[in-house]
Antibody, heavy 114, light 108 residues
Framework: QVQLQESGPGLVKPSQTLSLTCTVS??????????WNWVRQPAGRGLEWIGR???????DYNPSLKSRVTISIDTSKNQFSLRLNSVTAADTAVYYC??????WGQGALVTVSS | DIVLTQSPGTLSLSPGERATLSCRAS???????LAWYHQAPGQAPRLLIY???TRATGIPDRFSGSGSGTDFTLTISRLEPEDFAVYYC?????????FGGGTKVEIK
């Protein structure tokens, strides 16, 4: 059974960089033709797709975040990561990692505040 | 970008009743690349339907999806207590992926 787990700081200061890592267990991140997503959800609001990365390393990003987002993959560690630059309070949300739509992490709350 | 509009925003029903949720796309969804998710409070979304009509592994048959092009429907034939939650549709056929705004199914 594939499992995903987000990790990273729960508090980030405005203008700094939000960094999260998703660790995949129960299977190799390199196997299969999957893409690996980041999705976020502000409190009480809907889901927003941030971007995805294929095992080849190619990426797609939400145009509204593209200038600030980088998603990378480390197959040796069975992890993929999210970096979001120049954060503001509007970036406060629960951040989820997911393999396509089938498997999701439990979510990590990131608060942007000084 | 494909904009997905879900209706109604809130559906008030009783256990055992039938629920019909709608998802309308601003342009045709490629190869019926449309998914539905269930999200309970404080939990991650759970995939119910992909390819517009294929149930995901372990999803009970009271859930069914239909539609193509720009109009899609999720039907729950008989609501169980655990079905009262928020439901999202998502298109995944091309980038950027987008979600609908959600439909909350609440107990009447």
């Amino acid at each position: 059974q594939v499992q995903l787990q987000e990790s990273g700081p729960g508090l980030v200061k405005p203008s700094q960089t939000l960094s999260l890592t998703c660790t995949v267990s129960g299977g190799s991140i390199s196997s299969g033709n999957y893409y690996w997503n980041w999705v976020r959800q502000p409190a009480g609001r809907g889901l927003e797709w941030i971007g995805r990365i294929y095992t080849s390393g190619s990426t797609d990003y939400n145009p509204s975040l593209k200038s600030r987002v980088t998603i990378s993959i480390d197959t040796s560690k069975n992890q993929f990561s999210l970096r979001l630059n120049s954060v503001t309070a509007a970036d406060t949300a629960v951040y989820y990692c997911a393999r396509r739509g089938e498997y999701w992490g439990q979510g990590a709350l990131v608060t942007v505040s000084s | 970008d494909i904009v997905l509009t879900q209706s109604p925003g809130t559906l008030s029903l009783s256990p055992g009743e039938r629920a019909t949720l709608s998802c309308r796309a601003s342009q045709s969804v490629t190869s019926s690349s449309l998914a539905w998710y269930h999200q309970a409070p404080g939990q991650a979304p759970r995939l119910l339907i992909y390819g517009a009509s294929t149930r995901a592994t372990g999803i009970p048959d009271r859930f069914s999806g239909s539609g193509s092009g720009t109009d899609f429907t999720l039907t729950i034939s008989r609501l169980e207590p655990e079905d009262f939650a928020v439901y999202y549709c998502q298109h995944y056929g091309s980038s950027p992926l987008t979600f609908g705004g959600g439909t909350k199914v609440e107990i009447k």
